[in-house]
């Protein structure tokens, strides 16, 4: 037995990644790491008592390169008797509807048509989600009596909806439950209860490097899941996109197709070093590699590992926290609204026909999340434990409740409750929440949402280059300076500002009224208010949209085309500005 397949074997068994009675569409893309997956698994399918299909997303991004790269997929599932699925869809229409890169909506439409595969099959799922896996994230997975020991890895977790954006330095991934409007189908979906992708350890090398260097902390460290729970859009059941290969390197791989005579198809963009991705690749790992650590590849991988383990206990104690230490209770304007029950400690909006409080507040509540309650922590237990755990204690309370703390709002709110003082003394927080301190309590008081002017305006300057953290939306504008002769191909030019039209400063914030806005392929200017009506944008999130000043003209504004008088044509220097959520570090795997 070739000791690579004995190691994937051993690895697919350690984690519990695949059972007998599974049914698997591996994710080929043709290149090297997806075919040696391919191969490696129709080798020990039968061994493994798995049933194995093909499944391939063109992206239709290179023209007839993408198009033989999916001839070539189809006709190794030929060979080898597998059923195949393909699907295809539009990356730079959806690039452009959202205003995100190009590898970003890839992204977004590959994993929508995987999650579309994983949820037609609820049978399978369930017996999947018995596997004896933990869900990251918020919730704790249910586990069946029959489920089997643990594995050692933790899973990462996708619900149906968009994850709303947090201030924090792990990853996020919100990929929509089924494919967007945007994926076409080619043939009717098997039914599969995993998917497996071909990730390998350079794959992770390169994703936990790429965060250190732009910032992060334990949960980005984590790096990329061995396995990651797909919630069904009825929260009846679990799919799950596996990671067979994360301990292999892709030379190995490279190797291995060799050795098997078995050829693969080479993506020209993965050479290309105006990718971020390319050049940590090409560029810094090696010389890591070359100059200061021969297995620094491996070192990276365990650092993903012990970041993953340390984020699962912390998030067993959280769960603890939130349901002894932190108590919730109704806030006092919600008594007597419809759609609300004085009898819970969790307040859950609840949907109302009732005419009062009137349209507006419900939507407003609506907006706020999916439960609105006030929490209060023992002040003398707060101050007397561990930093490490008070911030834990702080970030789970605002994530439980909707508030972006950044750390800065952290350390202020632990040193307002460290201090002396008056009991009612309040200290003010992101969204309109307020901290009260009182002798024996800290207590976080969601604001009133029958008044919408709770909401305060924001405003924050953005160098060019550079980045302004919007705790107010939970996000991150940057501005990016784009060469045209060396980047443009890795933007969408509908994106792009003229450099030259542009100051050195602008200013990010959320629009005032009177505020008008020319977007790219419209008659003319409209007000603001009018452009968000029109896209049915609610309350409050409307009163948070942000735009982009540069002197006295708002420049670019969150959803919409740039100014067509703005808009940077072929060989301009660009500027690109875009929002980001800080937990999304990188979205190319």
Known sequence: MHSLTERVLGNIRREELLRAGDRVGIAVSGGIDSVALLRLLVEWHQELGIVLSVVHFNHKLRGTDSDADQEFVAELAREHGLEFECASGDVTQLASEEHSGLEAAARELRYGFFNKLLGSDEDSVEE????????????????????????????QRLRPEFLQPVIDTAEAVPFPISAPAAAERLSPAPHLNKIATGHTLDDQAETVLMRMIRGTGLRGLAGIHPRILVEHEDGEGYGEIVRPLLGIRRCELEQYLANLKQPWREDATNADSRFTRNRVRKLVLPLLEREF????????????????????????????WLGTVVQWSQPEWTRGLPG??????????????????????????????????????????????PKAVQRRVLKAIGEQAGIPLEFKHIEEILRFAAQDGPSGKELSLPLGWKLVREPEAVVFITPDLRRQERIPDYEYPLDVPGRAAIPEIGGVIEALRVNPQSQIAEYNRQELLRADGLADWLIVRNWRAGDRFWPAHTKAPKKIKELLQERQVAQPGRRLWPVVVSGDEIVWMRGFPVPAALKANAGQDAVLIRETSRVVEERAI
């Open 128 to 155: 999947s989600s018995a596997s004896g896996a933990e869900a990251e994230h918020v919730e704790a997975l249910h586990r069946s009596a029959g489920s089997a020991a643990p594995p050692q890895s933790v899973p």
């Open 293 to 320: 650590n021969p297995v620094v590849v491996e070192s990276f991988a365990e650092l993903a590992e012990i970041a993953r383990d340390e984020e699962d206990y912390w998030e067993n104690e959280i769960s603890g």
């Open 340 to 385: 609300f029950d004085g009898e819970q400690s969790l307040v859950q909006i609840q949907p109302s026909r009732s005419g009062p409080p009137g349209a507006e507040l419900l939507a407003r509540l609506e907006q706020a999340g999916s439960a609105v309650m006030n929490a209060s922590v023992s002040r003398p237990w707060l101050v007397t434990e």
